[in-house]
Nanobody, 118 residues
Framework: QVQLVESGGGLVQAGGSLRLSCAAS??????MGWFRQAPGKEREFVAAISGSGDSTYYPLSGRFPISRDNAKNTVYLQMNSLKSEDTAVYYCAATSGSMWSKTNIAYWGQGTQVTVSS
């Protein structure tokens, strides 16, 4: 069983930065990613990284780099130049393998709130 615990969310002014962390327990080296969901909107893909960290995946609109430290079983999302439209609950996700696939997500974290004030 894998447990994902997000941290690093909070309130920040527009233009500011936050770094989200997702600590994984249990089996590691899974591909992991970040999604976000704003009020009244569908959950959207933000970024993902393979189990080795060699490959990263972003949507066309991707702005936030993802990284991981396998020694700490932790994935990071560095969010710079934040805008009010980045306000959302950010969720960490993990697949059941080392390669990323949005259709192979097996685990979700509980989410961390990011609020960007204009």
């Amino acid at each position: 069983q894998v447990q994902l615990v997000e941290s690093g969310g909070g309130l920040v002014q527009a233009g500011g930065s936050l770094r989200l962390s997702c600590a994984a327990s249990g089996r590691t080296f899974y591909a992991m990613g970040w999604f976000r969901q704003a009020p009244g909107k569908e959950r959207e893909f933000v970024a993902a990284i393979s189990g080795s960290g060699d490959s990263t995946y972003y949507p066309l609109s991707g702005r936030f780099p993802i990284s991981r430290d396998n020694a700490k079983n932790t994935v990071y999302l560095q969010m710079n130049s934040l805008k009010s439209e980045d306000t959302a609950v950010y969720y960490c996700a993990a697949t059941s393998g080392s390669m990323w696939s949005k259709t192979n997500i097996a685990y979700w974290g509980q989410g961390t709130q990011v609020t960007v004030s204009s």
